[in-house]
């Protein structure tokens, strides 16, 4: 059983800056791939990054390259995203996903465990 608590969200102008974290409760974090999804009312949840348990090279959405970096710290049990230059489109409470394995996936169903979410609002 993993338990994921986000955190770091908040209100931001366009082109500033977040750094959400997820931490990560349990004894085998190391062995799970990490995701970060988003979610605005009426939208399906959509794919935001995700990272493998070794680490290694984050997967990205397309709207988020060059922008959003991934990271995680084992010894923390914790994941980030780094959110810069940020755009009113961004607005949308981010989930922290879990699921076993090395790997990376965008597939929302693939992820067993889910935390409650974080809100990020980018006023324009």
């Known amino acids: 059983q993993v338990q994921l608590v986000e955190s770091g969200g908040g209100l931001v102008q366009a082109g500033g800056s977040l750094r959400l974290s997820c931490a990560a409760s349990g004894r085998t974090f190391s062995t799970y791939t990490m995701g970060w999804f988003r979610q605005t009312p009426g939208k399906e949840r959509e794919f935001v990054a995700a990272?493998?348990?070794?680490?290694?090279?984050?997967s990205y959405v397309d709207s988020v390259k060059g922008r959003f970096t991934m990271s995680r710290d084992n010894a923390k049990n914790t994941v980030y995203l780094q959110m810069n230059s940020l755009k009113p489109e961004a607005t949308a409470v981010y989930y922290c996903?879990?699921?076993?394995?090395?790997?990376?996936?965008?597939?929302?169903?693939?992820?067993?465990?889910w935390g409650q979410g974080t809100q990020v609002t980018v006023s324009s």
């Open positions: 990272i493998s348990w070794g680490g290694g090279s984050p």
């Open positions: 996903a879990a699921r076993r394995g090395s790997r990376v996936t965008n597939t929302l169903d693939s992820y067993e465990y």
